[in-house]
């Protein structure tokens, strides 16, 4: 009977685990919807309201990525103090609540101070959700929610676009169907509200969601002489936070200046509309994300020679290669072949993003995790800040149709390269963190 009821108490907390990563898997599907219709829509803002290109790169980069990142660090803060089921639910409400309020805009003034509301309400998604998984799962297991969970989103990111080109499609022929309230109101503003609807769903997903027990979970101990605060955990190992943190603020530049830009550089190249983009770049991800996530596992089984090294070191391959297709996307004659280039570019860079979790959940101290993963969040807030204002500022200046096809190309490609060379010379780093931070393995590392 004892034996029974243990048993029934292990399964009681799996199933709790694996509810509650479903939880988080949905909300954060919800909030890359919103941030690709934003992108979908750039083109209809440009016609409606006659923004510039750096005026998008602003709207699209600057007002959300500096804003969740000065919100990041705080919102993890927030989240280990006051709860992360609280602090998350507020960011959905946030958020979802900033999304409605973009419709009603006339002004750029007016969108990128709703941009802003979204990026706050974001700013809490990496650090609580990523500082949640090792809470809920034990170790052996925590590799596969963590592919799961990162599979799964960017899976609903290119599903998301996807879904968006084809409400943009619907809405541009849905003139008949529409209420009489919502005629001759642009299509972008429809689409805004429509998807800022489920907004108090997830809200309560989350508020209600059950964290389950955490007893029996295995919990990596931490040196009595490792650092107890930030400062001195960053100040003793930053050569590895460097590596491993600057590798990931360049590949996010490069995947974040084709997500952000194809949707207008693509007809401005071939001819095609906005929404047929939304649709074929849309299922160009979701293949990439498929592929990514498998061929990482893959390699990673394959090796099987350190098991704290052998993430960082699978990463660092896909990482060497994303610089190859980047160099086609210039000398692509259709969109076809743009979306092959970032089908492959991406499954790359998925392959090697999705290992990422795992690496800094490991080098993250248990007492520090929410705020080392804080540092997710900003670094790709950074990314989504610099990577469309520099493209929006050198499209301006190259003349012709295919200008913002190679002004992608010049941001993106030495980004992917300094991202190989940075992850090149992480192991050495990252490992000294390891044994100086997690007892016992100093005898496993040379």
């Known amino acids: 009977m004892v034996g029974n009821g243990k048993d029934m108490g292990r399964g009681g907390g799996a199933a709790w685990a694996w509810y509650g990563l479903g939880v988080l898997l949905m909300t954060t599907l919800f909030a890359f919807v919103v941030r ?11 016609t409606s309201l006659g923004f510039s ?17 000065v919100a990041s660090y705080p919102m993890g803060w927030l989240a280990d103090r006051f709860g992360r089921r ?3 639910a507020l960011g959905v409400a946030c958020w979802s609540l900033a999304t409605g309020l973009c419709a009603f805009q006339d002004s750029f003034g007016g969108l990128f101070a709703a941009t802003i509301g979204i990026a706050i309400g974001e700013a809490g998604l990496a650090p609580i959700v990523f500082a949640l998984i090792p809470d809920l799962f034990p170790e052996r297991q925590r590799n596969t929610a963590n592919f799961i969970f990162y599979g799964g989103s960017l899976l ?20 008949d169907v529409l209420p009489a309230a919502l005629a001759g109101v642009d299509s972008w503003r429809i ?5 800022a609807l489920p907004g108090p769903i997830f809200f309560l997903l989350v508020l209600t969601m059950p964290l389950g027990s955490k007893a029996g979970l295995a919990v990596s101990p931490v040196a009595d002489d490792a650092p107890r605060d930030f400062l001195p955990y960053a100040g003793a190992h930053w050569r590895t936070l460097l590596c491993v943190f600057g590798s990931i603020f360049a590949m996010a530049v490069a995947m974040t200046s084709g997500v952000m830009w194809f949707p207008l550089a693509l007809p401005r190249a071939f001819g095609i509309d906005p929404a047929t983009v939304g649709v074929g770049l849309g299922s160009a991800i979701t293949i990439a994300t498929l592929v990514g996530v498998i061929l990482a596992p893959v ?7 350190d098991a704290d090294l052998d993430p960082l070191r699978v990463a660092a391959i896909f990482v060497a290669l994303t610089p190859l297709p980047a160099a086609f996307l210039p000398f692509t004659t259709s969109p076809f072949q743009a979306y092959l280039v970032a089908a492959v ?22 007492h520090l995790r929410s705020r080392v993963l804080a540092l997710l969040g900003i670094v790709n807030a950074l990314a989504l800040a610099a990577s469309p204002l520099a493209i929006g500022a050198l499209s301006g200046l190259i003349e012709g149709p295919r200008g913002m096809l190679q002004a992608i190309t010049i941001i993106s490609l ?8 940075l992850m090149a010379f992480a192991p050495g780093p990252y490992a000294a963190t390891l044994r100086a931070i997690r007892p016992g393995l100093s005898k496993e590392f040379p």
């Open 345 to 366: 570019q991406g499954a790359l860079g998925i392959a090697a993003s999705s290992l990422m979790p795992g690496v800094l959940q490991n080098l993250a101290p248990s």
């Open 86 to 88: 609280l602090i998350l």
């Open 156 to 175: 609903g990111a290119g599903l998301g676009m996807a879904l968006g080109g084809a409400l943009l499609q619907w809405l541009a022929q849905a003139g």
């Open 414 to 421: 030495p980004s992917l390269i300094v991202s190989a060379i």
């Open 299 to 305: 390699l990673l089984k394959l090796r099987r020679r």
């Open 36 to 46: 690709q219709m934003l992108s979908l829509i750039a083109p209809s803002l440009q």
């Open 53 to 69: 290109d750096l005026q998008l790169g602003m709207l699209q980069g600057l007002g959300m990525a500096v804003f969740a990142s």
């Open 191 to 195: 689409a805004m509200m429509l998807i």
